[in-house]
Every structure is written in structure tokens, then in C-alpha cells.
């Protein structure tokens, strides 16, 4: 058979499996209409809701970080109750905790008002979770870091030089000496310099980089860059025990098209998995070679070779993870029924022993044969691979709807259990760190048909919890989840461990006061500074008076230090609400340009006498 034959015959095949799955869709399961269970369903159902249910008082044993895509939150819930616990906002404006409208988060989001976040990544030590920071990528060229003892977003880095799209990211290497990030759509770099599509194949770059992650305090800092042929960079996933020092990335569009991409960027048989020899970058950065462009150090592989190679992979992969021990490099073509495990000392005795079929821009392929262990034929449309204790791995179906469970080592497939509906990522409990647990599995699923009350066109998401203590996986609960939850993690209570009152004493804010009687309103020429002291039930001052025109600045100290006695400021009609928690001082500056009087109010309920916890903002006219 010819290979266009073969093509379109692949093709016939693929179509005919989605246009199945779209029916499938359509037929989705409706609610229960009052039928009656058997004894052994009751069971079933006796022991899910057993398995799910955490008491009053009683608390879940696993924090579940969600992306929230296009939202630009994280969203976190407990497992296994499935519970919403918090909303982290991270890139977007968010009034009920005030983020976006006080000083130092308003600089942090840098005039965006909007992320697409897609995966978080919790900081490691030796390969483990330690519940210190969490990371997440945004599209807009952007990197932010979450701090887990108080749940909030400390830094935002970026946009970030030479990056377009920032989907590859936030995926942090074993001890969190960096959180790496590629591009997902390639341009002229350094950003700004413009070429026609026509260029597309020689004249548009992707990148793949590492920023600095200061051990002490997360502080994050831009360190290097590795210019790549313009493929479209997805998933990543950084080496571990076997394969620490190495960073790995999926691609697609290695045909270097332009157009209609579905199309276009699914002729060739094989796409690829880039392997980043990351300490050979770090060094070679160290030792001045690479090119500055954008204010970036960028290596270009072509004049410092050895540090990146190229590992062909399933058409148009998505997910590639490393097993708890490093020792294999799993990898799934969307396009494919089957994911391949690549052994990474084959794939360093391939680079020994140049092992090549040729390159892409001066970056070596490696020889597919030579570096693969086996073909797993876990299902249609396989996408992500989580891992459990002993050997075991999960594997996402999307155009099967499901999750296949199958063997490291001896790669048979042992279960299969269905997703309702059409499953992007999953996670499961520590899956991604060298010591998975082995007890919950969280489908992540793209949509949710018919298996919720109606809530109009705009559907939640789906994220359904499994049961993985056994051999035969089992459904336990659906839960509707904010949009989107790309990817998550999951990681064990005991790791995290936050506060819940700032205490007095390190809070270092020059502006803060600890007591009423050093609250009030100072001038310097047009700036006006007052001082604020949040208290039950009182703000002081109980009136700011000011000039129109007058830059006004105002300081929040919440003098509380009893555990949730949050305090919030809003002020009407100036678009202004703070919401300031015990211990914390914030500030507001704004221009007082609306004459008349103007109440502010705490928002957050505090007290019996909460409502009379209010004041005025009196704007004199100019004269």
C-alpha cells in the first residue's frame, strides 16, 4: 500500500472515531429518573460515598491545585470531598479578596486584566512535593509564583523576552533549581521584529528557557534560552533520579507549516519529544557563550551543540512524563492508539554512540528505534500519563473518553475505566514526584454533558474523582469545576502548612500602625497619606477629607490577630475594594477627582456591629 493510501486511511479511521465520539456526546446520559438500584449498586454507591465523605469538622487529606485557564485563578479543592476551598488569583483582578485593586498587585499584573493559566507546578526537594510555593504559567509570556504559606501570588515575572505563548511552563526541575517554560507559537525573535508567514520556516523561532528559581525565597529571575526550529512546544516534564538534569518537551507542527494547522500539521508520521540537557545549558550560559537577543542570554544549539536533541514521537503529541525512578520517558501522539515509553539510557547510549537519522537546524534526531522500549496500546487519542506506587501508570484517552491503567516494565494494560466526557489531563495523588501515593486519580475532563442541572450554554467542567487503591479502578464522584482545569496537582495536607494571621511582628510595611491613635490624614502638597487602622468595628479615621485633584494614598493595617477576622475597604464610586486579612497592611492610591462625599465601608462581614464599620471620603471642589 502506497503511503498516501496508508495516510488516508489513517485518516478515514481517526474520523470515523471522533464522528462516533460526537454522537456518543449527543447521546449523553440524562438524571436518573428514580430507578432502582440492585443490592450490589447500592453497595457500589455505599462505598463511593463512604470513600468521599469527609465529616463536619473532619478535613480532606490531599489539596487539589486546579489551573483556571482562561480565568487566570487557581482554584483549589479538597480530596476527597471534592470541596472548593479557596480561589488563588494569580493573573486576573479579582474583588473578593481585593487583588488587582491595591498597589502592590495592581504593578504585579502590569496592565493585564486577564491570564490563561494551564499548569501549576509545586516546588520539589529531591524530587518530592515540599508545599513551599506553587508555579503557573500564563500565555502572555508570564510566570507567576504562589507562596503556600499564605496562599497568595508574590511575583509575577514577565512578559519574558522572545516568548510567545507561554504554554510549556510551569514545570519545576527536582529541587526547584528552575521552572522551565517553551513557546508555543513561534515568531521573529527578538519579539517585535516582523516577517511574512512566508518566512514561517526559516525566519520564525521557537524557545525554550529556564527561569531562576533564589532557593531561600522563590524569587524568580529570567537565566537562559535555547532557540529551536519553529515547532509548536506543548507539555513538558523535568527529569528525575535516572534522568535529573534533563528536561523534556513535546511538539507538534515539525512540518514547519502555516494555514490551516489541523490539516497542515498533520502530514508527517512522527512529531517530537525534545530532550534538554539542562546543567549543559546552565553551564555553557555560565561560561558567556550564547547570543544576546532581547536582553536574553539565547544558546543557539547550532554553535553549542550537546545540549538538546530531538526524539521522535507519536503524531502531534501532547503529554510526555517521567516515571518516578527517570528511568523511561513517556510520550503519546494525539493521533495515535498507542504511547510509547522510551528508556533513557538508551537514549544516552543513542547520543554516545551518534545514534542520529539527521537534524532539525543543526539539533540531532535521534534514531526512534534505538531509543524506545515499547509501544503500549492503551486506546484512541491518548494524551497524559500519571503514576502511581508501584509501577503503575494512567494513561488519558481523549477520543476514547477514558483512563487506561497499564505497567511500567512489563507495559500490559490492566484496566480501563470510562470519562464522562472527552478527558484532557489528569492527576493523581503526588503523581508527578518520585513517590506517588497511589490513592486518588482526578480526571480533568474537557466536557461535561448532561451530567449536572442545567446551567444554561455555558457549561462547567468536569473533574471526576477515581478510586486507584485497587486493581480495578472505580468511579467515586463528579464534581463541576471552574473553567478551564487544564492540569492539576495533588499533593498530601501534612506538606502544606499555612498560616492563618500575619504576625505583628513581621510585619515590616513603613506604613503600617498598630494603633488608633496613630491613624490619621497627613499633606505634602497635593499627596495626601492617610493612615488606617482596621479594627472590629471601627475604621479609623472615621472621615478622610481631601481636595479634588489630590493624589490620595491610603495605608490599611488590620490590627486584628484572631484567625478569618478579615477586614475589607470599599470605597463607592471610585472602584476601590480592599480586602486586608489580620496582621497585613495594604495600600491604595488613587486621584480624588470627583467632588461630593463618598462612604467606605467594610466589606467583609466581621462583627455583630459590622455594618456600622463605615466612613467618608469628603472631596472638596476645586475653588
Known sequence: MSQKKKSLLTWGILGAVLVAGILTGRCAPSAPKGAKKSPAGASDMAVAAQKTYVAPGDLDEYYFFASGGHSGQIYVYGVPSMRHLSTIPVYTPYPATGYGFDDESKAMLGGFTWGDVHHPSLSETNGDYDGRWLFVNDMNARIARVDLRDFKTKQILGPLPNISGNHGSAFVTPNSEYAMMASRFSIPIPKGTAAGVDKYATDYKGVVCAVKIEPKTGEMSMAWQIVTPPFNWDLG??????????????????????????????????????????????????????????????IDPKKVPGIIYLMPCGKSPHGVDVSPDGKYIIGSGKLQGVTTAFNFEKIQTAIKNKDFTGDEDGIPVLKYESIKDAEIPVGLGPLHTQFGPNGEAYTSLFVDSA?????LGTWEVIDKIPMSYSIGHLTAAEGDTVNPDGKYLIGLNKLSHGRHLSVGPSQPESSQLVDITEEKMKLLYDAFTEPEPHYAQLIHRDKVKPIEVYPKEENKHPLAIWDVKDAGVTRKGNEVLAKVVLVRSTITPEFIEVQQGDIVKVAMTNIEQTTDELHGFGLLDYNINIVVDPGETKVVTFKADKPGVYPYYCTNFCSALHQEMQGYLIVKPKS
Open 237 to 298: 516534564d523535568a527529569g528525575k533520579k535516572a534522568s535529573d538534569g534533563w528536561m523534556f518537551w513535546t511538539c507538534y507542527n515539525s512540518e514547519r507549516a502555516t494555514g490551516k494547522l489541523e490539516v497542515t500539521a498533520s502530514q508527517k508520521d512522527r512529531d517530537y519529544i525534545a530532550a534538554v540537557d539542562w546543567k549543559a545549558a546552565e553551564k555553557a550560559a555560565a561560561e558567556g557563550k550564547g547570543d544576546m537577543i532581547g536582553g536574553v542570554k539565547v
Open 403 to 407: 483512563i487506561a491503567k497499564w505497567k
